[in-house]
């Protein structure tokens, strides 16, 4: 009886590890990628700034995208947002990183394979 009891509480334990390690392991959302691009879509569109806020945005997601999937997840929601704004330029979009002094190993576009 007691050997059942403590494999529920292990399971239970084993379970709580487990939701707080996917939850950990996931710092990047959708709603944080469009917050911290928001203030750069005038640079995106047309090439004016970037602004002070465009780069902290830029910054910040690149603090945060620590792990290969924070990486595939802030891809694929730029990605997104690459085609849902047609007026965004992909030649701005490159450039966005390298202006606010980040270096990332490639643009996002709507063409862009996130896997990688």
Do not use: H, W
Request: aromatic share 4%; hydrophobic share 40%.
């Amino acid at each position: 009886m007691a050997s059942s009891a403590f494999l529920k509480l292990l399971c239970a334990v084993l379970v709580c590890i487990i939701v707080a390690a996917l939850q950990a392991e996931a710092a990047i959302n959708y709603g944080l990628v469009s917050e911290n691009l928001e203030p750069c879509v005038g640079f995106l569109e047309n090439g004016q700034g970037p602004t002070a806020a465009s780069c902290n945005g830029v910054k910040t997601l690149k603090n945060l995208a620590t792990t290969t999937q924070d990486r595939r997840t802030a891809c694929r929601c730029m990605k997104s947002a690459a085609t849902a704004f047609p007026g965004i330029d992909p030649k701005n979009t490159a450039a966005l990183p390298s202006k606010c002094g980040v270096s990332l190993p490639g643009s996002v576009g709507p063409q862009t394979d996130c896997s990688q």
